[in-house]
């Protein structure tokens, strides 16, 4: 079973930049797909973006074009670039794995602690 732990969240300004990251150990990490989602105050987890084992990349329409994810296999690793942010991206962010591609995006069997954001206008 494989745990997913993130981190480089904080506190930015509107227009800026963050990176946060999520180390998986405990499993083979190309057996997993793997995704980002997120929670803001009193709404529903909402997904982000998700990157197969190799190239296939699967992206929030209402976020695409400002947030990338990207996963290094030699590192166990997927990041999720945010640019352009904005205080509506303030929530907290999860990551997320499963070896089925069909779930991914709505009932991952996987999920780390979160790591929270706050974007400030």
């Not at 150990?25 to 190799?54: L, N």
């Not at 990338?68 to 907290?92: F, H, Y």
């Not at 990551?95 to 979160?114: F, K, L, M, N, V």
């Amino acid at each position: 079973q494989v745990q997913l732990v993130e981190s480089g969240g904080g506190l930015v300004q509107a227009g800026d930049s963050l990176t946060l990251s999520c180390v998986a150990s405990g499993g083979t990490f190309e057996d997993y797909v793997m995704a980002w989602f997120r929670q803001a105050p009193g709404k529903e987890r909402e997904f982000v973006a998700a990157r197969g084992r190799y190239f296939a990349t699967l992206h929030n329409d209402s976020m695409k074009g400002r947030f990338t994810i990207s996963r290094d296999n030699a590192k166990n690793t997927v990041v999720l670039q945010m640019n352009g942010l904005k205080p509506e991206d303030t929530a907290v962010y999860y990551c997320a794995a499963d070896e089925e591609i069909g779930r991914i995006t709505t009932t991952p069997s996987y999920w780390g602690q979160g790591t929270q954001v706050t974007v400030s206008s």
